[in-house]
């Protein structure tokens, strides 16, 4: 009768995790601005200007998503400028970047059938570093957590993108300035850098 009960109890724990899970919703959640539309830049461009976009009234930490794509060498860098007036900018300050991916490979386990040939690996845009304690006790297993002491929000200036990929810079929304923008800088020999930029971060108001 106690492990039926035990079973009972799992079950309910189990249905009241997977209904408090469906009601996560970041899709619904989060306001995205674009902040560079898809833009194809060439060293003769010296820089490029996209924006401004309005930040007012978003809450907490926000993030800028730079995507970029070249298909020859030289140098690009992205800035993030704030601004009060929309005339005179200065450099984002103090923000956290994520300028490579962390891979891990995942494994369908749950079926015997698939287990050794249905996988998938998960580039990941992780805001610190997946760090392995030690183990506090003989014969216990040191569980890894995510230090996010490794992103520090330090950084400023000029973000370097040269490479093809995504990188993620994340800021105190309300500790920045109304109005941002993004300045492309390509340098060098590139010839054809493709990019493009969005802002996401939660509203205190809806969208009006």
Partial sequence: MKFTKF?????????????????????KTQRAIVLAAPTVLTAANATVTNGPIDIGGYLGIGYVDLT???????AL??????????TNW?????????????SFT????????????????????LPGLITTPSAYLSGFVAIPYLNYGANPFTNSGAITVTAKGVYRAGFNVQ?????????????????????????????????Q
């Fill in 68 to 74: 970029t794509c070249t298909n020859a060498g030289g």
């Fill in 106 to 125: 995942y494994t369908n386990t749950s079926n015997p059938a698939y287990s050794t040939n249905v996988y998938a690996t998960n580039p990941y845009l």
């Fill in 175 to 207: 500790d920045a300035k109304r109005y941002l923008h993004i300045v492309w800088t390509p340098t060098g020999s590139s010839s054809n850098d493709f990019v493009t930029a969005t802002f996401n971060a939660v509203r205190s108001t809806e969208v």
């Fill in 7 to 27: 079973i009972l109890g799992l079950a309910l724990v189990a249905s009241v995790v997977t209904a408090g899970a469906q009601g996560i919703d970041t899709y």
């Fill in 90 to 102: 200065t450099a984002v300050s103090n923000f956290s970047l994520i300028s490579t991916t962390t």
């Fill in 77 to 86: 860098t992205a800035t993030l400028e704030n601004s009060n007036d929309t």
